[in-house]
Every structure is written in structure tokens, then in C-alpha cells.
């Protein structure tokens, strides 16, 4: 497959044209972490895609069909490229390897369960399954909930527990219809569900930084709002200061720093 030529910055040419096919694996992580292509990282992908197949093979046959486990192995690639960091002087490929299969198991461990439970509800809620099939012919009647947790030894409490978090195992459709007794037209799953306004997370966003500004001085205050409300560069920002671009940068990671300590304050 030929890769599309494209305008980059070679690392030690800068300004000059090049074929992505001309750079080498190191050059491409260079020039992708300056400019951010889409089309550089899909080459990157492109180059590296046979880790995900090696390590997707090596999940077959355990109950996931293989095109699932790539798919997410695939995605599990992309994440790596997006945190590779060439400059620590790891290979791509050790870098990737664990990301990849984190992705994967993560994928097998939740799979099945459209609302993540604690692993205990899951456990017990297999247990139950099982039970009721044993009680069934012990008993020759539907078991109750408290046959059931005094099998388990466990209290009713935590049967019910299991056996409602076990209606998240399968999800159901959003276009279900319902009978509407006394109605002409039958109504759907989706119409009974609530929505989450979005002015909420606006408002509570919103709040929370005029707060964190608060402990800013005025030079900071400038440097956030020129930085991630005007969008201006740090050399940017350092010229309407008469500072060095160093000293914003530093300014930067202090501000984040003061909104991390707001944000664990607030969540507390």
C-alpha cells in the first residue's frame, strides 16, 4: 500500500517535503509529536499493526470471537502511539506489548456486563445461577430467595443484590416497545428513559474553574486564559510578558498543579 505524500517537518530538515515512506520509524514519532497528523499516525499503524495481530491470536478459542479481540487490540495500538514517548529511548514494540494486552484483558474482564458491578456481585451472581438449578431439583418447586441465601449462607439482602445487578448482563434494546394499555400506539425503552442535561456538567465545569482561579495571582490568571481560552502558543504568551518561554511553561505546570490540589479538594 502506498502511503499518501504529505507536508512534514523532517526532525533534522526542518520545512522540507517528505513521503511519510521516507522516514523512519523514530523520524515519524518525532514528526507526529509535533504536528499531530492524522495521517502520520495512521502510517504508524499501519507499520506496527502486526503486534495486534500477534497478540490478538494468541487469545482465539476463549469464548471471544477474534475479530472482536483485534478490533480492541487495534484500538489498544493507537493508545500506545498516542503515549509513546521516543525520547526515553524504549523500543516501540516493549512499549506497546503491555499496553495492548491491558486492552485486551480488560476487554475479556468486563465483557458481557453492559454496566460495570463489583467483581463480588458477579461472582455471587454466578453462584446463583448455579444454585437455582441445584435447588430446583432438590426442592421440585422454584426456590425462593431465602432457600437460596441459606445455600449460600449469605443474607437476603445480597441475593437481591446480585440478582438486580444481574439484569445488566444482557442490554436491552432502546427501540423495545411496550404494550401502552389504553392507547393506540405501543411505547418504546427509549421514551422511558431520563436524560443527563448537559448544562450540568457545563455549570459544575464552569464553577469549579472560576473557583480554582480564585487562588491564581494575576499573571497566572493571564497565562491561563491566554493559553487555554485564546489558544496563543507559549512563545506567544512569554512576548506579552517580556518573559522567557521557559518561564510560562513552568508558570503552566504550576497553575495545573494549583487546579489538581482544587479538584482532589473539592472531590474529598
Known amino acids: ?6 507536508a512534514n517537518h523532517s526532525p533534522s530538515n526542518p520545512g522540507r517535503h517528505l513521503s511519510l515512506d521516507t522516514l523512519n520509524d523514530k523520524e515519524l514519532f518525532l514528526v507526529y509529536r509535533e504536528n499531530r497528523d492524522v495521517k502520520i499516525r ?15 491470536r494468541k487469545y482465539i478459542n476463549k469464548g471471544i470471537d477474534y475479530e472482536d479481540i483485534y478490533q ?3 484500538l ?10 521516543v525520547d526515553r529511548g524504549y523500543e ?9 494486552i491491558g486492552e485486551i484483558k ?6 458481557g456486563w453492559s454496566i460495570r458491578v463489583p467483581r463480588r456481585i458477579q461472582e455471587l451472581s454466578k ?5 437455582k438449578s441445584i435447588l430446583q431439583q432438590q426442592l421440585q418447586r422454584t426456590p425462593k430467595i431465602k432457600d437460596i441465601a441459606d445455600y449460600l449462607n449469605c443474607s437476603e439482602e445480597e441475593i437481591i443484590e446480585a440478582m438486580e445487578a444481574n439484569q445488566v448482563y444482557t442490554p436491552k434494546s432502546l427501540d423495545l416497545t411496550y404494550d401502552n394499555e389504553g392507547e393506540d400506539k405501543d411505547i418504546q425503552f427509549m421514551d422511558l428513559i431520563g436524560e443527563t442535561d448537559k448544562m450540568f456538567d457545563f455549570i459544575e465545569n464552569r ?10 495571582n494575576q499573571v497566572e490568571r493571564k497565562v491561563l486564559k491566554d493559553r487555554f481560552f485564546e489558544n496563543q502558543t507559549q512563545m506567544q504568551v512569554a512576548m506579552s510578558l517580556n518573559v522567557s518561554q521557559m518561564t510560562v511553561s513552568r508558570m503552566e505546570k504550576k497553575i495545573i498543579e494549583k487546579f489538581k490540589k482544587e479538584f482532589k479538594r473539592t472531590m474529598q
Open 1 to 6: 500500500m502506498t502511503t499518501p505524500s504529505t
Open 42 to 56: 495512521n502510517e504508524l499503524v499501519r507499520r506496527y499493526l502486526f503486534i495486534a495481530e500477534i497478540l490478538s
Open 72 to 74: 480492541v487490540a487495534s
Open 76 to 85: 489498544g495500538l493507537i493508545y500506545a502511539i498516542e503515549r509513546f514517548d
Open 92 to 100: 516501540f514494540s516493549s512499549f506497546a506489548t503491555p499496553t495492548i
Open 106 to 111: 480488560k476487554y475479556f474482564r468486563d465483557k
Open 127 to 131: 453462584k446463583i445461577n448455579t444454585t
Open 207 to 216: 464553577d469549579f474553574i472560576l473557583q480554582a482561579m480564585e487562588k491564581l
